[in-house]
């Protein structure tokens, strides 16, 4: 192909999204997305949060179940979490869970292993004369905690949750392949109807997707590098 | 659960292990490179090239690997770039691994102060004496725990490759559970298979970076 023909190729692609409803349907698939994202985010920093306290307690049993659970969290694909949850949980169980839910339960499960190893991290680099001093200057243990560690802790992991909530909504990129219907399915739909009269579509529509995901994760990366940066100075 | 099934069908998860751990290696390796190379331009801030590498970075970091894969896949055969599904693979991870290799380099390279670079001028190092007594052997150490992880991070997106026709681990269970619906079976293979995979590495993760605190802190 020439330069002209590509140039005609990617103009007819490009008229596919503009038929129909199909930018609307594809801003709806991404609103799916993105709700499942968002309440799996949600989620996943409350639990995340209290899993970070819980792996700091001094309990050789406590520590051990945590690291357990932590390390097959990471280990594990999110790809096969999915299916795990998916195929698993109907297969032994027998009862049937949608995928939108199995998608919530292995983003927020997977999302809670990860932050509660981030702030557990927070909460070590917090140094000890912090508590020593909060204790010279008459507080309780409670009022330690509340006042001079959880302040101090949020504000070390604001930039890093956000580096993982950009990556949260990255990978729901993949509940599309446990049945749910959102912007990657709705653009195969697009694709397979038009696959006869536009079968350059797929250019239009992956392109538009892929723009799609960098619009909703740029701006959050952007600002947890401005954030990082202004906490290093 | 059925062993006899588990016992017939596990050449079949080992091939696809191997395929995985094929595919995963040479991304690796390729990101690798593109890393360093990504680095190296943002650290010395080489003009243009700067830019075009901060472009690349934002884009990747910011992108499902799955639909940087669909569109190699689907869409570039369509403006007659024809691409096999193990070639979208390799392009795939390293154009994902090359960002996250490329952080993890500059943001070691930017742990070596300047005074560190200041006394090395000072006794007379020329730039290349520079870079490869005082900077790297620096750099790569504190670098070492955040490749490791990207190692682990690549080696986990390889299970997306099933969408673009590559018999991975990922696509044989599929497969299993879509032909004989041994769901418990295959799905409980695939846990094992990228445990043996994922768990080593995950394990030396954990002693280099004890080892690293030991040799910063003495302590562990």
Redesign the interface.
Known sequence: MDSSEILNALSTAFSVLFKGKNFVRLLGGLGVTIWIAALSVALSLVLGFLFGIVMNIKNRAVKVVCGIYLEFMRIMPQMVLLFLAYFGITHVFGISISGEAASIIVFTLWGTAEMGDLVRGALQSIPLHQYESGRAIGLTERQIFFYIIIPQTVKRLVPLSMNLITRMIKTTSLVVFVGVIEVVKIGQQIIEANRLTIPTASIAVYGLIFFMYFIVCWPLSLAADKIEKKQKM | MDFNFIKEVIPLYVEATWLTLRIGFIGIILSFITGIFCAVVRYWKIPVLNVIVRVYT??S????????L??LY???P???VKLSGEQCGIIGLTFLGGSYMAETFRSSLETVGRPQLESGMCVGLNKIQLVRYVVLPQALSVSVPGLVANI?FLL?????FS?VALADL?YV??DL?GLYYK??ES?FL??IA??II??PI?LLSRFIEKRLRYGQFGNS
């Open positions: 934002e884009i970091r910011n992108t499902p690997l799955l639909i940087q669909f569109f689907f869409a570039l369509r403006l007659g682990i986990k997106e390889t299970s997306v969408a990922m269970a599929k559970i769901t418990e799905l695939l846990v990228y445990f994922l768990l995950s």
